[in-house]
Every structure is written in C-alpha cells, then in structure tokens.
C-alpha cells in the first residue's frame, strides 16, 4: 500500500501529538559528585549561583549545547555543564520539617526513623504511593511520595 503525500504528513502528525507528552516531560538528573557549581547563565563566564553536592537532584528545564538550566525543589535555578550529572536516582525530602520513614508502604507501619527538610535519599523502588529509598548511612525505608521530590 502506497501513502500520498498527505497520509504521511497525517500520520507523522498522529505520532508526534502522540509523542508529546513523552518528549516534553522534565528529564530529572543527579549532581556526580561535590562542589559543583550551578551558574546564572550558560558558560564559566558567569556567576556561581549555587554550589551542590553529590546526588543533589535536579529538573531538566532546557539545554543550550553542552549545558541544562535546571531547577531545584525549591525552584531556584540555574545552569549545569551536562557532564556533572547522570540520569536521577536521587529524591529529596520535601516536607515542612522532617517526614517518617517507615517499615512498610503503609501509614499503619513501625517508623524506623525520621528524615529532616533537605536530605537527599538514593530511590529503590515505588510501590502506588510510596517510594523505597536508601539513606547514606545505610537506612532503608518507605517515605509516602508526596512528601518527596522529584
């Protein structure tokens, strides 16, 4: 079966509308390592804006060559040379104060520790709601999604 200019056009139009939401999501990403520098704009030229640690997580906002402006739980942004991050596996605890830690992926679960505002935790595994992570020193847990970020 032979496609006139127009079916294709249809179709490439199809896909793409189709695509969207998955090509226009924010890619979320992980600082590899200590004192990298965030910057107000998209060279060494300018200004250090922030200045994180390693697995700091970030939002992808765009890309302009070899750097990414990105935003923080806190929606400060700036930009990043695109080799001092990797693919996100982190989260941050993004609750008014500290949030619990459980047991289990339930509300009714032992809490085994209480994690304060800011502490970055390495992601496991989700289940509905609930995300399993992994503290630096060792602690493995359930924090209720909402009360994270990304």
């Known amino acids: 079966m ?5 079916s294709r056009i249809t179709i490439f139009v199809a896909i793409l509308f189709f ?4 090509i226009s999501f924010a890619q979320t990403v ?5 004192n990298v ?12 804006a922030m200045e994180l640690f390693k697995g700091y997580p970030l939002k992808v906002i765009k890309k302009k060559g070899d750097w990414l402006q990105v935003s923080d739980f806190e929606n400060d942004k700036g930009w990043i040379f695109s080799s001092l991050v990797s693919p996100g596996s982190t989260v941050i605890v993004n609750g008014k104060k500290s949030v ?6 339930n509300t ?7 994690v304060d505002r800011g502490v970055v ?16 020193q060792g602690t493995v ?8 970020w990304p």
């Not at 032979?2 to 127009?6: A, D, E, P, Q």
């Not at 992980?30 to 200590?34: A, E, Q, R």
């Not at 009714?108 to 209480?114: D, E, F, L, P, R």
Request: net charge positive.
């Open 141 to 148: 847990g359930w924090i209720y999604a909402p009360l994270l």
């Open 37 to 48: 520098n965030v910057r107000s704009g998209p060279g060494t030229e300018f200004p250090v």
């Open 100 to 105: 619990n830690m459980r047991s289990k992926p």
């Open 19 to 22: 695509l969207y939401p998955v």
């Open 30 to 34: 992980s600082v590899k390592k200590d």
């Open 121 to 136: 935790l390495t992601k496991i595994s989700t289940q509905a709601k609930w995300i399993k992570v992994k503290h630096s």
């Open 2 to 6: 032979k496609l006139n200019s127009y």
């Open 108 to 114: 009714k679960a032992t809490v085994i520790a209480s």
